[in-house]
């Protein structure tokens, strides 16, 4: 390992030697970290992925062509209509900002590259800085090795790769890159006391919170970790200077990014940095008072400061707890409170509970996303706490928490994976370092080479890709034993050099014993590296644009996304409004370029709830509803004919939920039979009438006779059927996007007929709102 | 031979075809009339020649002529439809009951005459334009003390009404004197059908039933819920009239005397003549008839149509309205024509003031909320052609730099920001020199 | 008990005073320099509870700055002190050039956010 050559390193040669050997090392880290995400576009193609991104994109694209003011500026009114979004003031303009600075580069230094492959590599661009940005931090904590190790870890962990593969171009991608880098400032300013990185500290801070909301898990964080040291007697000066000026100018720059603005000062998500603001002042006061006077002195001057500030922090906290009360939900966002009461938007609120990643994740999904990290963490906790400093008492607090997190939702996954691979780096790297060690001084002759051996075995961790190690368990519990065996005899990372030889002389082990140790673990390393290539390859690097699917006569590719969008972009007028189910609106806006009734930015329940309404209604109810909105054409997405499950029909239940929530008519109930969701023949009257049904088995029948539909595995209840106030006016090649027009109101409204037809034809020629469809 | 006439005819008239079929000229030209037999153009040549007086270029056909045609590769023929063969059950060629909807549904006008025993297929169509005949095929419309006390017969068939729609547009300005006759059968009309109107209705002592039979079961229609000539006006503007009666048309009700049975007044003519006149001058969109054009909307100010308000903007806004008189466009002068300034739902209505020439205007001031807006004028009026105009704008909030700013109550705070720089400086500069 | 509390106290702040006066004539003026800060700070609170919070931003970012201008100056307090065995191989000059920096990038902030 490189690291042990900077310890070892008796030279000044050796000791250059190694930090050359780190840099190239970290190069081709990056070039890992790149390279690894690329597996989406040469299997598929260079497109962007999902539904976030393509908003982003096309975010970018109007950057790009109207600049920054407009951006900042920039009224949209092709989504949410007719409300319109304020796209400048609730965006989140980091990753955008980014992506068109990139673009402007490139195209200043006349490499005339698309906006759009611009946007599908950011994301792989910033894992490689996002794996530096670990180096650094693991550095400050426990030194280069734990630091070189804990960024190939992160380039190459999956829960990352699944947000990060190119393509993937959402906020995540640029923002765990800032994340991290804050918290590297952050120890950094901690290690040091300079107000140099003090301010690059906020100004990472401020980045981070241009790109993505998840900014709060910092000003929560931090505040924890100050309170932590202090409650622990670590409180020194430097402390004071990592944190107040953070707060302060994290604060002031925070409002400056227009999402947040005031919120940055009125949220319960930012008071604890204040109290925690307002303590570590009373702490430095006492501090300096302590250590300007006499000790006898100082105990008169405790009784005094104690009765009165006492008395002025019950007043101030009495204030923070009524502005606090005085706000509804507490002054916490239903996302925060989510996080903090996993129930409760489940109870509340439908619309966050109804996306997939806001769940809480499954035992399988941590070891599919961090692998065998999921067992090196407890190793690498034990590794900080000797000794315990600052830097690994923040780590240490870093992973206990977005542990927590990571159980409340899918998505937080992405938090706890950069702390994962720091401490599995740090880990890994004192495990490597105890063996190698042990090998060396029994094998005294050896010792010039070990250092070579030692690296070879790290970079060893990108090669090798066969030999798949069966028995992981017996390998990790190997870890665990060997782990604990060496607790004892941990080197502390700070130590001078020369003090340590004696030290290392009694933490010798076995010389058999670490050889089979090492061998073990550079397995454990293969295994992880296995996995995470194979996660890269095929798990995540699927565009969910494109579908292809493998049977036995070969490969199929589902195009049909983007054959809809086009046909709509190409078939209809550029005014025309696109009804659909919110997780196709940034879709239809950025590739069919047509106004959409709601997207995939959640922020106007009402809204959504009346489109869910639509979707439960009978057809002619939802004729009127889609009609008071304007809209021209119904997509629905059915997955019946191909088998693919995410379709409208699943989604369906949170339609009626949502719709519900806001419309009390819509009554989950009478959608189920005996509490269960079904539409076979067996389905309730209710729900083989609503649009959703009709519009995703309209002509079902048609294509195989039995109406056989393959993601429920049931013949459908309610086969033959016309369409009144709807028709059918495109269907993609699989089925997967139907497009429904609204009928223009009858022309005539016709009487009654025969006595024996009277009462039905009267009742269907009921009046309507008028729509002129021939004015002269 | 006749085709040829035909023919020949169709060619002299290309150039006035042409430009019958713009929307400039929304007054019917050629109309094809269906007739039993021929015997009804010269026993209703009064009603006819009315038409042709007004430039109307009438085909009679019968109904059963296996030539006749609305359309020729996918072209209309005619303007409009007369139907003056309460008795066909099937048309000749290739008409039918749909074509004839379609050609409505198309924009076209039709005039529907019934009587007693009309066929199902006249019924049919009728009730497909939302009225609804007496379903008794033998059944008339009885009035005891609203018949013409003229009539020789004594089962009072031969009523005399009154009882005419209140619309200047669709009668015209002169009051229709003397009472109408009409023998026929009777229909009803779904209250809650908009697009339908009673032109003309029976008396409340009025009902609908054989008048040979004995009466034995209380009649399905009965009062003034009877109409006997309904007009309608699809939602495409098309207009349909709809009588109950073939005869009313004809020369002899048009030139009798009538006198209301108990009313001391006799007229020396019947309303009939003049009351068809209007109704026909209506259907043929002769009259009540609007365009509205030049939907503009700008800043105060200025004098070009922006594409996109901000909130609170002052904007002026205007449209044209002209009438079709038959001939030409006159301005359309109303009191109350209004725009709504629409986001689901109208943030601003506003009646429009003219200035008698056809132009309507008013200004106001943008609501202070963002969103696409439309402008709407929405004008529904008895007798007169809906008009639905929409155009929409998008309203966007402020931008950065239109907040306001330099508000004096925050001078406090310039000053500290200011006093904290100025602080900085001379701090610099002793803390230097200090050292 | 209360005399002699009274008493400890006025020994306390005589205590404190003589000590402080030993500090060096540089802290002193950092010290002239926060308390101006702090006060400015208190003044711009009172006048938002007389007037109301209208311009929020102007408020915000008149107290932020005063705020910002007191910790960064503490900050360099801390740094410059020699009897501060942590930051002793701090050189000053290095310690006043990031204060210098820091209070830019503030004062930056500040212009940007108070109109």
């Known amino acids: ?776 | 031979m006749s085709k040829l006439i035909f023919i020949f005819l169709f060619l002299a008239f290309i150039p006035l075809l042409c430009t019958s079929f713009t929307p400039e000229r929304p007054s019917d030209r050629r109309v094809l009339v269906l007739l039993d037999d021929f015997a009804v153009k010269s026993s209703h040549s009064l009603f006819f020649n009315s038409l042709k007086s007004r430039g109307f270029d009438l085909h009679f056909h019968l109904a059963d002529d296996p030539k006749i045609a609305l359309q020729r590769y996918g072209q209309y023929l005619y303007d409009a439809l007369i139907l003056f063969s309460p008795t066909v059950e099937r048309f000749g060629g290739s008409v039918d009951a749909a074509a004839i909807l379609d050609f409505v549904d198309s924009g076209h006008d039709l005039i529907v005459a019934a009587d007693t025993n009309a066929s199902d297929l006249i019924r049919e169509i009728a009730t497909e334009c939302g009225v609804d005949f007496d379903e008794d095929p033998a059944a008339m419309v009885v009035d005891h003390s609203g018949y013409a006390a003229s009539a020789t017969e004594g089962d009072h068939t031969l009523i005399a009404s009154d009882d005419f729609i209140k619309s200047d547009v669709i009668l015209g300005s002169k009051k229709i004197e003397a009472p109408i006759l009409f023998q026929g059968i009777g229909h009803s009309l779904n209250p809650t059908n908009r697009l339908v109107l009673k032109a003309l209705s029976a008396s409340p002592s009025a009902f609908s039933a054989n008048p040979k039979s004995k009466l034995t079961s209380p009649p399905s229609l009965t009062g003034s819920s009877i109409s006997l000539v309904s007009v309608i006006q699809a939602r495409n503007n098309a207009r349909i009239l709809v009588s109950g009666s073939l005869s009313m048309f004809s020369n002899r009700f048009f030139r009798s005397g009538v006198q209301k049975a108990g009313s001391p007044t006799k007229h020396e003519k019947s309303g009939n003549e003049q009351f068809f006149t209007e109704l026909s001058k209506w259907v043929f969109h002769e009259r009540g008839h609007l365009k509205a054009l030049q939907l503009q909307h700008h800043k105060v100010g200025e004098s070009s149509e922006p594409s996109i308000y901000r909130i609170n903007d002052d904007l002026e806004f205007s449209v044209e309205i002209f009438e079709w008189s038959g001939t030409s466009w006159e301005p359309y002068v109303a009191d109350d024509v209004q725009v709504q300034f629409y986001m689901m739902s109208p943030y601003v209505l506003k009646t429009l003031s003219t200035n008698g020439k056809g132009r309507y205007f008013t200004s106001f001031k943008v609501p202070d909320v963002y969103g696409v807006f439309q402008f709407k004028v929405e004008y529904e009026k008895l007798g007169y052609t809906s008009l639905s105009l929409s155009k929409q704008i998008p309203v966007r909030p402020f931008r950065h730099n239109e907040y306001e700013r330099f508000i004096p109550a925050a001078y406090p705070y310039y000053g500290a920001a200011f006093s904290m720089m100025a602080g900085f400086f001379v701090f610099t500069a002793v803390h230097l020199y200090n050292k | 008990m209360a005399r002699s509390s009274s008493k400890d106290a006025q020994d306390l702040f005589r205590a404190l005073w003589s000590a402080y006066a030993a500090t060096p004539t540089n802290l002193k003026i950092i010290d002239l320099y926060v308390m101006f800060a702090v006060f400015t700070a208190l003044i711009q609170v009172v006048y938002i509870a007389l007037v109301g919070s209208f311009p929020f931003n102007s408020f915000l970012s008149g107290v932020l700055s005063c705020v910002g201008t007191a910790v960064l100056a503490v900050c360099l307090r801390i740094q410059v002190n020699k009897e501060n065995k942590e930051f002793k191989d701090l050189a000053p000059e290095r310690a006043f050039a990031d204060f210098v920096l820091c209070n830019l990038v503030l004062h930056l902030v500040i212009m940007n956010f108070l109109g």
């Open chain 1, 1 to 776: 390992m490189a690291a042990s050559d900077a310890q070892n390193g008796v030279s000044s040669v050796r000791h250059a030697f190694g930090n050359v050997l780190a840099f190239f090392i970290l190069l081709l880290i990056g070039v890992l970290a790149f390279s690894i995400r690329l597996f989406s576009v040469i299997k598929y193609e260079s497109v962007i992925h999902e539904f976030d991104p393509y908003f982003n994109y096309r975010v970018t694209q109007f950057l790009t062509k109207n600049g920054i003011y407009d951006f900042w500026n920039w009224f949209d009114d092709r989504t949410w209509y007719p409300l319109g979004r304020v796209i400048g003031g609730t965006v989140y303009p980091g990753l955008t900002l980014t992506a068109g600075t990139l673009w402007w580069i490139l195209n200043s230094l006349n490499i005339p590259l698309s906006v759009e492959t611009v946007c599908v590599f950011t994301a792989p661009i910033f894992s490689a800085f996002a794996s530096w940005a670990t180096y650094l931090l693991t550095k400050e904590v426990k030194g280069t090795g734990a630091g070189l190790t804990a960024a190939i870890l992160l380039a190459m962990v999956p829960s990352y790769i699944s947000r990060s593969v190119a393509g993937s171009y959402d906020n995540e991608a640029v923002a765990i890159f800032a994340l991290i880098f804050t918290f590297y400032l952050y120890i950094k300013t901690l290690n040091t006391g300079s107000l140099f990185y003090a301010t690059l500290n906020s100004i990472a801070y401020f980045y981070m919170v241009c790109s993505w909301g998840g900014y709060t898990f910092i000003i929560n964080l931090i505040p924890m970790h100050a309170l932590l040291c202090i409650v622990t007697g670590r409180y020194s000066s430097r402390l004071y200077i990592a944190y107040a000026p953070l707060v302060v100018l994290g604060t002031l720059l925070a409002s400056l990014v227009p999402v947040v603005g005031f919120n940055a000062v009125m949220t319960s998500e930012h008071f604890a940095s204040f109290l925690v603001f307002i303590i570590i002042h009373v702490v430095a006061l006492v501090y300096y008072i302590k250590g300007i006077l006499s000790p006898k002195m100082f105990k008169v001057a405790v009784a005094l400061v104690v009765s009165v500030g006492l008395a002025v922090c019950f007043a101030m906290v009495a204030v923070l707890i009524a502005l606090v009360a005085s706000s509804p939900t507490k002054g916490w966002s239903g996302r925060s409170l989510s996080l903090l009461d996993p129930t409760y938007a489940s109870k509340y609120i439908p619309i966050i509970a109804s996306v997939s990643e806001h769940q809480p994740p499954t035992w399988p999904s941590y070891f599919m996303d961090i692998n065998v990290l999921a067992f090196l963490v407890p190793a690498g906790i034990i590794a900080c706490f000797s000794p315990l400093s600052d830097a690994s008492s923040f780590v240490v607090l870093y992973i206990v928490t977005s542990v927590y997190f990571s159980g409340v939702m899918v998505r937080l996954m992405l938090v706890l994976a950069p702390a994962a691979c720091i401490l599995s780096g740090i880990a890994l790297s004192q495990a490597f370092d105890v063996f190698t060690r042990s090998i060396k001084f029994q094998l005294p002759h050896l010792s010039d080479h070990s250092q070579v051996d030692a690296g070879e075995g790290s970079s060893e961790n990108v090669v090798p890709n066969d030999s798949v190690k069966a028995d992981k368990t017996e390998d990790t519990s190997k870890e665990r034993t060997s782990k604990k065996s060496k607790k004892k005899e941990k080197e502390p990372v700070e130590k001078p050099l020369s003090k340590s030889q004696i030290k290392k002389r009694l933490s010798v082990l076995p010389l058999e014993t670490s050889v089979v140790a090492i061998i073990l673990l550079v397995l454990l390393g293969a295994f992880y590296v296995v996995h995470s290539v194979w996660a890269a390859a095929e798990a995540y690097s699927a565009p969910s644009i494109v579908l292809t699917s493998h049977s036995h006569d070969g490969l199929h590719v589902f195009d049909d996304f983007r054959e809809a969008y086009a046909w709509l972009s190409h078939n209809t007028e550029v005014d025309d409004k696109v009804a659909s189910w919110w997780d196709y609106g940034y879709q239809t806006t950025a590739m069919a370029n047509r106004t959409v009734i709601v997207d995939n930015n959640t922020w106007n329940n009402t809204h959504i709830a009346t489109v869910g309404t639509a979707m439960s209604s009978p057809e002619k109810a939802a004729w009127e509803i889609f009609h008071s909105l304007d809209v021209k054409y119904v997509l629905v997405v059915f997955g019946g004919l191909v088998g693919y499950p995410s379709d409208d029909i699943n989604k369906f239940l949170w339609m009626v939920r949502i719709g519900g929530g806001v419309f009390p008519h819509i009554k989950e109930p009478d959608y189920l039979r005996d509490g269960q969701y079904r539409i076979d023949s067996m389905a309730t009257p209710t729900m083989l009438n609503c649009l959703m049904y009709k519009l995703s088995y309209y002509r079902f029948v048609e294509t195989d006779g039995k109406a056989f539909d393959r993601v429920r595995r049931t013949e459908i209840g309610k086969k033959h059927f016309k369409l009144t106030h709807f028709e059918e006016v495109f269907t993609t090649h699989h089925w997967m996007v139907r497009i429904y027009k609204l009928k223009p109101p009858k022309n005539r409204i016709r009487g009654k007929t025969k006595k024996s037809k009277s009462k039905t034809s009267s009742k269907t020629a009921s009046k309507r709102k008028g729509l002129k469809r021939n004015p002269f």
